[in-house]
């Protein structure tokens, strides 16, 4: 569990470094934090830019989950798991309890002109698509994943508390 806290720091970074990558090149001066990542002028190039960098934080977290599950499947080790299943634990939460709209799903939604819940769901069905094959894998049971659901919840406020704390 301890190693769970130690994921989510690792997403939170990988999923705004997705964001800061995806903006630099295409050449905007980006800057990040720990939970946001920005165009350092306050806006991009181009207007296409903002969908497109959006889509590199859930991409990044898709990214990482899927680099788990490999080593996971490759080695069968249980200390993959943390890095698999909390990029999904992150977004459910995000989308749930952190304002639909203000996330990157939904903005990717709304700039594509896609249903509201249409890149919320497809980003969260490919990160719990991972997360069941992994489980399988490992053959944990649902009270094993419940109690992972509650370390997630726990990793995820430690987060949010420590980027209030410094930002």
């Known amino acids: 569990m301890l190693l769970l806290l130690v ?16 903006g630099t ?13 920005w165009p350092t002028s306050g806006q991009y190039l181009e207007e296409w830019h903002s969908p497109a960098v959006s889509m590199g934080g859930p991409g990044f ?5 899927l680099a788990a599950l490999i080593v996971l499947e490759r080695y069968g ?14 977004r459910a939460f995000s989308l749930l ?15 594509l002109g896609l249903g509201k819940y249409t890149v919320a769901i497809i980003v969260c069905s490919v990160l719990l ?3 069941w094959r992994g ?19 726990a ?3 430690i987060v949010i508390g420590t980027y209030r704390f410094l930002f």
């Not at 977290?61 to 989950?65: G, K, N, P, T, V």
């Open 129 to 131: 698509g991972l997360v």
């Open 7 to 22: 994921a989510a720091f690792a997403h939170n970074l990988f999923h705004e470094f997705g964001h800061w990558l995806v």
């Open 61 to 65: 977290s898709i990214l990482m989950a």
């Open 135 to 153: 489980s399988k894998r490992l053959k944990l049971e649902p009270q094993v994943i419940g109690v992972w659901c509650v370390g997630g919840v």
């Open 25 to 37: 090149l295409l050449g905007n001066p980006m800057s990040m934090s720990l939970n946001f990542a």
């Open 97 to 111: 309890f952190g304002g639909f709209a203000k996330q990157d799903e939904a903005s990717i939604s709304a700039n």
């Open 155 to 157: 990793a995820q406020l």
């Open 77 to 90: 080790t249980v200390y993959a798991y943390p890095f698999l299943f909390f990029p999904l634990f992150s």
